[in-house]
C-alpha cells in the first residue's frame, strides 16, 4: 500500500503467513499492509503482542476506522475443538485488564455466517505461548477463558485508545489436552514459517518428533479450512458495514 492509499473501514491484524493466505491470494508482506478490498486491508504481524500493537497503530495510521483480528488461537475448553470458530464477547489479558468486542459487529458476523457460532465467553492474550495441557488448564482456571492467543488484548487496547470498533475471529487449532513439542515450537518464524535448518536439527535430536508432524499439520489444515470458509462467506471485511 502506498503512502497516498488510505483503509476506508477496516484493518485485520494477522499474525501468521497461513492465516493472512485465507484472506486473500496476493502475497503478504512482514510488517507491510496489504489491500484486501476498496474497504478492506491485513497487516502481517508476525506473533506476540508487541508485533501485534504496531501492526494496529499502523492500519489506523493508514485510516483504518475499525480493527480485527483473524487467525488461529488454542483452545483452554474442551468444549472448543479443533476447526471450531470462536468470536468471543471480550479479551483478557494477562494483568487482569478486559477488553469488549463490538457487539452488533459480533451479531452481523454471526447472520453472515448463518451458523451457531459461539460469541459468549473470553478469550485469554499472553505474552508466551502455552504450550502443554497443565499450562492450558491452568490458564482455564485462573481466568476462565476459553481460548487463548497472543495477540488480540493488544489489538484491543490500541482500539480502545482511539476509540475504534474491534472483534475478533478466531479458529481453534490446538485443543485444551494437545501438546506442542516445544523443540518443533522452535522451529518456525515470528511468522509461522518453517525453519527449515532448526527444523531439521529438532527432528535429528528428536526422532519421535516426526510421529507429531502429521497431526499438527492436520489441526493448522483443519483450523485455516475453517478461517477460508469463513472470508468466503463474509468477505475480507467480517461483515463489517457501518
Keep these: 500500500m502506498s503512502a497516498t492509499q488510505a483503509i476506508r473501514s477496516i484493518g485485520v491484524v494477522v499474525a501468521l503467513a497461513s492465516e493472512a493466505g485465507t484472506l486473500t491470494s496476493r502475497t503478504a508482506k512482514p510488517d507491510q499492509i496489504t489491500t484486501l478490498t476498496d474497504d478492506a486491508a491485513l497487516c502481517l504481524s508476525g506473533m506476540g503482542p508487541i508485533a501485534a500493537q504496531h501492526a494496529a497503530e499502523m492500519l489506523i495510521d493508514a485510516g483504518a476506522t475499525a480493527l480485527a483480528v483473524f487467525g488461529v488461537a488454542g483452545a483452554l475448553s474442551k468444549h472448543l475443538r479443533n476447526g471450531a470458530l470462536f468470536c468471543p464477547e471480550c479479551v483478557l489479558d ?6 469488549y468486542t463490538d457487539l452488533e459487529w459480533r451479531i452481523r458476523l454471526q447472520q453472515r455466517l448463518a451458523m451457531s457460532l459461539p460469541v459468549d465467553g473470553a478469550l485469554l492474550s499472553v505474552a508466551s505461548p502455552l504450550l502443554t495441557a497443565a499450562a492450558k488448564a491452568g490458564a482455564h482456571q485462573r481466568y476462565e477463558a476459553l481460548a487463548v492467543d ?10 480502545e485508545k482511539h476509540g475504534l470498533p474491534f472483534l475478533v475471529l478466531r479458529a481453534i487449532v490446538d485443543e485444551c489436552d494437545d501438546l506442542i513439542p516445544e523443540a518443533l515450537n522452535g522451529s518456525v518464524d515470528a511468522w509461522g514459517r518453517p525453519r527449515p535448518l532448526k527444523l531439521m536439527a529438532a527432528l535429528c535430536l528428536h526422532p519421535s518428533l516426526w510421529g507429531e508432524l502429521p497431526r499438527l499439520y492436520s489441526r493448522m489444515q483443519r483450523a485455516t479450512q475453517a478461517l477460508r470458509a469463513v472470508a468466503t462467506a463474509t468477505g475480507p471485511s467480517l461483515g463489517w458495514h457501518r
Excluded: C, I, L, P
Design 150 to 159: 497472543m495477540e488480540s488484548a493488544a489489538v484491543a487496547a490500541v482500539a
Design 94 to 99: 494477562e494483568d487482569g485488564r478486559t477488553y
